[in-house]
């Protein structure tokens, strides 16, 4: 095989794309769909929580073009990080999506379900076994951390997905991977140069992001070759540039030399771009594998309380002029207030132009005419929570700084009531590395025919 052709229809799946694009994308003959469904971008709720950051409506117009024009063409559909954040709920939520399209186009298919969870009793014997070590800049865990996280995933690589595709399946539906393998898994197991596959995939994670202009919903189609790989979009609103697909090799990414990830780095030290037509050519990325099996990247979240926000805003020149003092004093008010109940986190966010308001106080220049302010609260329960809350954005209201002219309150508030539940609050618990070890990454297969899943 000359080259593999590989259709990345959006950047996260649910983000949506124009119908036309994936339909020309089809026209080009691609040897796969793959999608990466996932990230950690939304925070740890998502994780925490179980719940999916994208829309099930969304999701699944995605997966009713990629999975219906997959079957029709005989080709992989491959999903990495399903429902988000690729815990075992989201991959239960994916999985339930794909059968339900499934049974009403009555597709026939054999599907791979690779999961990334990981039990907490396993992460605790590793880490005991000192097999677990730090992930510069976020801090050494703890066994605490392990024990009170409520998902724990890992980061695949290419491996399981190659493994899936081995065993015959067509349609891969996989936890928590690192992005670009779910595009570099079927070309790597082709024959073609891991390095390239690898940054192809790195390029093809955020579909036309990479282009000019830019957009995470419209798709992309890479074209990898023996000796390098061709980016195109698939949209005539669109052209990849070599200033667009450089900086987006430089995404997400602390050295411009070197990306590491599950089983080694991308040296990208000799990388070139070249100019061709609409699309843009890359030549010179390697892969320098690990030794042995590795480390893989363990993610999870931890649950800490329950969040109540209030809005509001102030036009006071006054007020505005002295914001971070105000809030000083009302925060050491509401401390002194409930001094036996400290088991809570108040906090005050300020949007106005320019700086925060708190770079205005004792500030020459002219502070800004209007400022917002979130008044959040957390706490153990849903009723401390609102207590804070409720006595913080009261206390504020009425707060008698220093040459306030009028006595009714201080703030605007857009909503009544002026408080809202703002739900759990999770934190990220592990985001480290574990020595890897085999099958870590499970795979049920499924037959499904015409519409009916088995398994």
Known sequence: ??????????????????????????????????????????????????????????????????????????????????????????????????????????????????????????VLKSFNAGDVKELHPAPMPTAKHIEDSTNIVAQMSEKPFIDALD??????????????????????????????????????????????????????????????????????????????????TLYEKSDPTSLPGPGGALDLRQTTFEQAGDGVIVRGSKFVADEGLGFVKLEAARLVGRRTLSIAATIDPIM????????????????????????????????????????????????????????????DTRELADTICSFARSTLLHYGYEDRKSTAGNLAFPFSPSDFAGGDVYEFSLYCLMKAEADMFPIKYVDCKEGVWNG
């Open 320 to 379: 505005i002029a002295q914001l971070g003092k105000v809030i000083s004093a009302v925060k050491e008010r509401v401390n002194a207030n409930f001094e036996n109940l400290r088991d809570f986190y108040l906090d005050f966010k300020t949007y106005g132009a320019g700086n925060g308001a708190s770079f205005y106080d004792g500030d020459t220049c002219c502070p800004p005419s209007e400022i917002a302010i979130i008044i959040e609260a957390v706490a």
């Open 1 to 122: 095989m000359k080259e593999f052709r590989i259709l990345s229809p959006t950047a996260i799946l649910g983000y949506g794309f124009p119908a036309a694009s994936f339909e020309e994308g089809m026209r080009r003959k691609p040897h796969a769909i793959a999608v990466d469904a996932g990230s950690t971008d939304p925070g740890p709720y998502y994780l925490g929580s179980g719940k999916s950051f994208t829309d099930r409506g969304a999701v699944k117009r995605d997966l009713e073009f990629m999975l219906t024009a997959a079957v029709a063409e005989g080709i992989p559909l491959i999903i990495g990080s399903a429902g988000g954040a690729g815990a075992n709920s989201h991959l239960d939520w994916n999985v339930d999506i794909i059968r339900e399209i499934a049974a009403e186009k009555k597709l026939s298919f054999k599907a791979a379900v690779i999961s990334s969870q990981l039990a907490h009793d396993v």
């Open 167 to 248: 065993a015959g399946a067509q349609v891969i539906i996989a936890g928590r991977s690192y992005d670009p393998v779910v595009f570099a898994a079927p070309a790597i197991r082709a024959g073609f140069d891991a390095g390239l596959a690898l940054h192809m995939g790195k390029i093809l994670e955020c579909a036309a992001i990479a282009a000019f202009p830019g957009s995470g919903s419209d798709c992309m189609l890479g074209i990898l070759r023996e000796d390098c790989f061709e980016l195109n979009t698939l949209n005539p609103a669109r052209k990849c540039t070599v200033t667009s697909v450089a900086a987006h």
